[in-house]
Nanobody, 128 residues
Framework: QVQLVESGGGLVQAGGSLRLSCVVS????????MGWFRQAPGKDREFVAG????????YYADFVEGRFTISRDNAKNTVSLRMNSLKPEDTAVYYC?????????????????????WGQGTQVTVSS
């Protein structure tokens, strides 16, 4: 029905940059907000960034501190996460997901239960 495929992860040194991409297929006819989450070993999955259907409103976790930028291209059914100034604590598996709604309250973007479909994840490792 709906498939998400992430790419762009890898190994980088602290201070480096990565651009993650996510391609969504199977639901182009239905509007949906998007989000990026991450999960490190032994930790809960946590919200990283979210973007509404139009792309006009974005939300970020506090730890992003202006370093990341989420964007989308609905014509290509893609969402991206540009990450700059990476830190070792950013090391995690990063997941993209489709929200159950096209437009939601800011706090709802951080709830994993607000997302219906998830990708398989892509590993990001930041060395010191």
């Amino acid at each position: 029905q709906v498939q998400l495929v992430e790419s762009g992860g890898g190994l980088v040194q602290a201070g480096g940059s990565l651009r993650l991409s996510c391609v969504v297929s199977g639901r182009s006819f239905s509007p949906y907000a998007m989000g990026w989450f991450r999960q490190a070993p032994g930790k809960d999955r946590e919200f990283v960034a979210g973007i509404n259907w139009s792309g006009g409103t974005t939300y970020y976790a506090d730890f992003v501190e202006g370093r990341f930028t989420i964007s989308r291209d609905n014509a290509k059914n893609t969402v991206s996460l540009r990450m700059n100034s990476l830190k070792p604590e950013d090391t995690a598996v990063y997941y993209c997901a489709t929200n159950r709604y096209a437009y939601s309250q800011s706090w709802d973007y951080a709830r994993p239960l607000a997302y219906a479909y998830w990708g398989q994840g892509t590993q990001v490792t930041v060395s010191s």
